[in-house]
């Protein structure tokens, strides 16, 4: 089955412990990205990817690093995760990013993650 | 920078009936794209439909269309024969292409929850 899956989907931690949130797609996309949602804000891009070893800032980076070392996966990392980075977090990948439907995101299930 | 705007936080029908989601967006953009997604209580983002700007054809999925109006930056989502199943919050999303860009970053509106009543 095509699909995004997330690992772990609950996480509770504490201030300050390194955590890696995974993402992996078996579709074969060059695009990865991943999005935080909050209550009223909608979802907003953290860090994107457009194939292996390349990756960008979206508009919330800081806090988070990412990393490309395969096409199939697109980790998060929160190195020093703080109470404010409590959020449901969805990575997202596509085909291609040519511009036509091929760039459609495909949504994985979400990684609720909660800081104290 | 772009911005997405539903003005509607909740929203009610009745099983069968039909309903108007609306969404308005900014940009001055040419080329771009927009899309209605759909989050059910089990948090999944499913894409719901899919426009092209360049496209004057309005967008349809089955009991799902919108009213594209590129003029007036509003692209709205209606819902034939609501079901049940259709209770979900709703969000309008825009994007620009790559080559223009965009990074295919979606800017997601704050969306509407959309309550199906029996």
């Known amino acids: 089955e095509a699909q995004v899956t997330q690992n772990p989907r609950y996480l509770i931690t504490v201030t300050g412990k390194k955590l890696t949130v995974t993402c992996s797609q078996n579709?074969?996309?060059?695009?990865m990205s991943w999005y935080r949602q909050d209550p009223g804000l909608g979802l907003r891009q953290i860090y994107y990817?457009?194939?292996?070893?390349?990756?960008d800032k979206g508009d919330v980076p800081e806090g988070y690093k990412v990393s490309r070392k395969e096409k199939r996966n697109f980790p998060l990392i929160l190195e020093s995760p703080s109470p404010n980075q409590t959020s449901l977090y969805f990575c997202?990948?596509?085909?291609?990013?040519?511009?036509?439907?091929?760039?459609?995101?495909?949504f994985g299930p979400g990684t609720r993650l909660t800081v104290l | 920078a772009q911005t997405v705007t539903q003005s509607q936080p909740e929203m009610s029908v009745q099983e069968a009936e039909t309903v108007t989601l609306s969404c308005t967006y900014d940009?001055?953009?040419?080329?771009?794209?927009l899309f209605w997604y759909k989050q059910p209580p089990s948090r999944q983002m499913i894409l719901v439909i899919r426009?092209?700007?360049?496209?004057?054809q309005n967008a349809t999925e089955n009991r799902f269309s919108v009213n594209f109006q590129k003029a007036a930056k509003s692209f709205s989502l209606k819902i034939s024969d609501s079901q049940l199943g259709d209770t979900a919050m709703y969000f309008c999303?825009?994007?620009?292409?790559?080559?223009?860009?965009?990074?295919?970053?979606?800017?997601f509106g704050t969306g509407t929850q959309l309550k199906v009543e029996l």
């Open positions: 990817s457009m194939n292996v070893e390349v990756t």
């Open positions: 999303a825009f994007m620009k292409p790559f080559f223009t860009g965009g990074g295919n970053k979606l800017t």
């Open positions: 940009t001055s953009e040419n080329n771009y794209y």
């Open positions: 426009q092209e700007a360049y496209k004057q």
């Open positions: 579709m074969n996309h060059e695009y």
């Open positions: 997202a990948s596509s085909l291609f990013t040519s511009g036509d439907s091929t760039d459609t995101q495909y």
